[in-house]
């Protein structure tokens, strides 16, 4: 470069170099690219690779390198190798004890591979020599000065770099040396070094190479930031520790104590109050033991310090005093809650005997009986209850009313979808963030150690891979074994018998039976059109003109009204949707009293008013019009949220006895309307039927709400009319409705939920039940009013039934 003309230049070989043959033994590199004019050692290990080296040192010591695409190929072959390479002399040759060759190689000049024309024993191509163009311009002398800059940074940031080869970088003045001779120092990918080999112009070379420098650089600086984040932080922390414990070397000379002191006996003080059990206040002395002896700094000491705040802060020995007066206990569930009176004796009855055991404790004095092994005898303070009934009957807020009548904190926890069993017993302390379950985080919660517990939605629970919660509460349910109820966190017992826990479910069958079998069931059937208007009037009205800023001298509801609210809007065994519709009035009300449009006298809620602020009516009393025709008999069923009546209707046409279910019955349901029809066939004469009717005729039976899933045995009755209301041509009677399973004989035998069905019957409109007569004994539980205004038709066989409830033939 010393000259500033814009000419190229070529760039010329030593005397002593030969020139690049036409022909030129081609030897495969690995994960190595060799640039001209560079000293490059390697190492030859593959049989032909050294016989090729050794006919080259024989010869002129010309070599090609080429670099291969995959460095996991062994044996290279003309496809698996780049095009252009560069001609090589050996000037050193080394065999070493492993059978391998070293070589010093020194690169001449680059070159395009036209045609292998061997590849046995080794490579050979024709070649052409490529020539470098070299521009001694401003801009190339700009590159060279930003890629030494740029190098010189570089070496500045890794080891394997000597600072020499910034030195030998900025001596360069031939821009092509410098591209090649930093080029060969990097360590970056083969492809990048195989580019700069392969671009003709120098500058082009130089742009490439500045741009590797700087992708570099880049990375390299991240690291070192990185890396000096890292180290000022652990110099923090070295400062930290050195300081405190300069503090309390001062602090010991002065006789004051360090604040880890003045917390460890803070916590032993809590220990102290707490008032544990003997086991857990072990546990929590030896926790706070290793606390003393533990630096603050260290991960220990928070995870330490978690845990006797946890066992510090539960209610260990604070409770509160039940409220024994039976009368008060009994004012408080009447005021919350209409009927439910099984319920509300149960708690009586618990009020009632802890009462007397309190009372003769008194007299007899608090001996503690004594048996062989001095076991000790515990009571049993605590009572496990289950409500099962429909959504909206009261289940969830009754607990609330328990709590209030026997002056005990409420804690309510939702089960449904639960999957996880650590949400039960928390998690060991051994993970990162563990925690108690959440029974011991309620009870710390409310601060006793006697509340009333709720575990709602049990019958919900989920159950996966991280374990069944249904079975995690067999413990805690337990009379016998929850006194000593182990959370997984704390590790030591807790007493649970004092704790009410109360559950509550839709459903029976989903809990499981064990968790089953250690509750007592309360069940809470709908309620009556009669207990419904109590209650609105009771409770839901109030509730309602309070919470839409209305007071009872704007809107008053009639029974009419509400009665007509139950028929025409809701039909259902709970209360969620008649409150809202009621809501719904009140709202509509309160829009009229904000814009002024009502007078001074109250808006009295008749049934003729409700179409105008409910709309039209949602259910009808279509019993009447379904069962006019033969073949439609109407059953009685039992559902999730209480009873409900389904239409069967049986159609007859012509085939080859063939009987077609639909409506999406089950399989039970199905083997009902088989036997149905068996029946129905074998006494075809006795009922006036045509004992050959099935032989050219087809039967289909169809329960409308086909999107519905049904099942069950109690519609066998209600099948067997519906065929024999079809086949007679005398049509069911409107005012009746029937529950009942059917036998081959004839028998019909009992069912269950026979409340709910009653009241479903009551609701739409029928005042005539067709029943097993085993189920006699349940009529019991009926309201007076039911049994009053309802004829219920007690059944042995389903003869009796067709006479009950198909109308008198035709003279």
């Known amino acids: 470069m010393a000259d500033n ?22 030897l495969p590199l690995r994960d190595t690219v060799v640039y ?13 690779s050294i016989r090729l080296v050794d006919e080259a040192v024989v010869g002129n010591r010309l070599v090609g390198l080429v670099a291969q695409y995959d460095e996991e190929v062994v044996e290279a072959g003309p496809g698996d190798v780049y095009e252009i390479g560069t001609a090589a002399v050996i000037h050193r040759l080394l065999k070493v004890p492993d059978g391998t060759v070293r070589l010093v190689v020194q690169g001449v000049e680059r070159f395009r591979v036209l045609e292998f024309t061997q590849t046995e024993p080794y490579l050979i191509a024709r070649v052409q020599p490529i020539l470098d163009v070299v521009e001694n311009t401003v801009e190339v002398q700009a590159l060279m000065r930003n890629v030494v800059d740029l190098f010189q940074r570089m070496v500045s940031l890794v080891a394997y770099m000597p600072d020499e080869l910034v030195m030998a970088a900025i001596n360069i003045e031939d821009p092509r040396q410098l591209v090649y001779l930093i080029a060969t120092s990097l360590r970056v ?22 741009t590797i420098l700087n992708q570099e650089l880049e990375v390299l600086e991240l690291g070192r930031k990185i890396q000096s984040q890292a180290q000022d932080e652990m110099q923090k922390m070295q400062r930290e520790y050195f300081l405190r414990e300069q503090m309390k070397a001062i602090q010991q000379e002065l006789g004051e104590d360090d604040e880890q002191a003045i917390e460890a006996r803070e916590l032993e003080e809590k220990i102290v109050a707490a008032g544990m059990p003997e086991e857990a206040e072990k546990e929590a002395r030896r926790e706070l033991d290793r606390l003393r002896k533990l630096p603050t700094a260290a991960a220990e000491y928070g995870v330490i310090r978690t845990y006797l705040d946890w066992l510090v802060s539960l209610p260990w020995n604070q409770s509160t005093t039940d409220q024994l007066e039976i009368g008060r206990a009994r004012e408080i569930l009447d005021e919350d809650h209409y009927d439910l009176e099984k319920v509300k004796d149960r708690i009586l009855e618990y009020l009632a005997v802890r009462k007397l055991k309190q009372e003769r404790k008194a007299e007899q004095g608090d001996e503690v009986e004594t048996e062989p092994g001095d076991l000790i005898r515990r009571e049993r303070e605590g009572v496990i209850l289950c409500f099962v009934g429909p959504p909206g009957t009261g289940k969830t807020s009754l607990g609330q009313s328990i709590a209030r009548a026997l002056g005990r904190k409420f804690v309510r926890m939702s089960l449904g979808g639960m999957r996880d069993e650590a949400e039960i017993r928390g998690h060991r302390r051994t993970y990162i963030g563990s925690m108690p379950g959440r029974i011991i985080q309620a009870l710390r919660r409310c601060e006793s150690r006697n509340p ?17 919660p249904a079975s995690a509460l067999l413990e805690v349910l337990d009379p016998e074994q929850n006194r000593d109820f182990r959370d997984h966190y704390l590790d030591v017992p807790f007493d649970l018998s004092q704790v009410m826990f109360i559950t509550t479910a839709n459903l029976l069958d989903p809990i499981p039976a064990p968790l089953r079998d250690r509750m007592e069931v309360l069940f809470l059937s709908g309620y009556t059109e009669e207990e419904k208007v109590k209650i609105a009037q009771q409770y839901l009205i109030p509730r309602q003109i309070r919470e839409n800023a209305l007071t009872g001298t704007e809107v008053e509801f009639t029974p009419e009204g509400l009665q007509a609210i139950i028929r025409d809007y809701t ?5 969620r949707n008649m409150e809202r519709e009621i809501g719904t009035i009140c709202r509509k009300m309160a829009t009229q009293v904000a814009e002024g449009k009502l007078g001074d006298s109250p808006v009295v809620i008749q049934p003729d008013m409700i179409h105008e602020y409910l709309g039209k009516p949602r259910f009808y009393f279509e019993a009447a019009e379904r069962t006019e025709v033969p073949g439609v008999a109407t059953g009685l069923s039992w559902t999730q949220t209480g009873g409900d009546i389904l239409f069967i209707e ?8 063939g009987l077609t279910l ?11 309307a088989q036997a149905a029809l068996s029946y129905v066939r074998s006494k075809a004469a006795e009922l006036g039927i045509a004992e050959d009717f099935f032989e050219e ?30 086949l007679t041509s005398r049509p069911v009677r409107s005012n009746v409705g029937m529950t009942g399973e059917i036998t081959l004989r004839g028998r019909v035998l009992p069912i269950g939920g026979l409340k709910e069905k009653v009241l479903a019957a009551r609701r739409a409109g029928l005042d005539t039940v067709i029943l097993p007569r085993w189920n006699a004994k349940d009529l019991e539980e009926l309201p007076e009013e039911i049994q009053s205004e309802m004829q219920f038709v007690l059944v042995d066989t389903v003869d009796q039934v067709f006479d009950a409830a198909l109308a008198a033939p035709e003279s």
Request: charged share 35%; aromatic share 2%.
């Open 571 to 575: 039909r259902e065994a709970g209360l």
């Open 452 to 468: 009333i517990f709720m575990l709602d939605e049990v019958d919900k629970i989920g159950m996966d891979f991280r374990g069944d």
């Open 662 to 672: 639909t409506g999406q019955l089950g399989d039970v349901m199905r083997e009902s």
């Open 697 to 726: 005729s087809d039967l289909h039976v169809h329960v409308p709400a086909g999107a519905v899933p049904k099942d069950g045995p109690s519609a066998g009755v209600t099948i067997a009319t519906a065929m024999v209301s079809l």
């Open 189 to 210: 990918k083969t492809e990048d070094k195989q580019e700069i080999l392969e671009l003709d112009r120098v500058a082009d070379k130089l742009k490439k190479l500045t």
């Open 650 to 657: 049986a159609t007859r046409m012509k085939g080859k006895k």
């Open 5 to 26: 003309s814009d000419r190229p230049i070529e760039l010329k070989l030593d005397d002593n170099v030969p020139d690049v043959p036409e022909r030129l033994m081609i």
């Open 36 to 48: 001209p004019g560079m000293f490059v050692p390697l190492a030859v290990g593959q049989d032909r």
